[in-house]
């Protein structure tokens, strides 16, 4: 799966997973045992890669919002991510950042937004 979004702070940024995205189940982790899952921003032009003991952390699907990444939700994407704040990033725990050991910096370069303020989508 591929998620591509554009937020309300110009920012671009999204993920890629071999793990397919269900959106009809219950809460629940998707692991990718390939290990070849990864965030990426495209406006700080950085990739985030899956840390290796976070592989059964990938991916958490949920019928109530859309993909959300890693065990911290390093990425959490709201229903309706275009009509609410509800999006948000606690980056990074499951996802890391070659660039900066600064979790605050990096979040920041990933959303445009710092711990736990929630963002609304432009485009995805």
Do not use: Q
């Amino acid at each position: 799966m591929l998620l591509l979004v554009h937020n309300e702070f110009d920012r671009v940024f999204g993920s890629y997973s071999p793990v397919p995205f269900k959106a009809d189940v219950g809460f629940e982790h998707t692991a990718d045992h390939s290990g070849v899952t990864f965030l990426f921003s495209v406006t700080s032009r950085e990739k985030y890669p899956l840390l290796f003991n976070e592989k059964g952390n990938a991916l958490y699907n949920d019928e109530e919002w859309g993909p959300s990444y890693g065990s911290g939700c390093d990425l959490r994407i709201s229903n309706e991510a275009n009509k609410n704040k509800k999006s948000y990033s606690r980056f990074p725990h499951s996802y890391y950042s070659l660039e900066s050991r600064d979790p605050s910096v990096a979040r920041y370069h990933l959303t445009g937004s710092v711990f736990d303020r929630g963002f609304r989508l432009k485009e995805w």
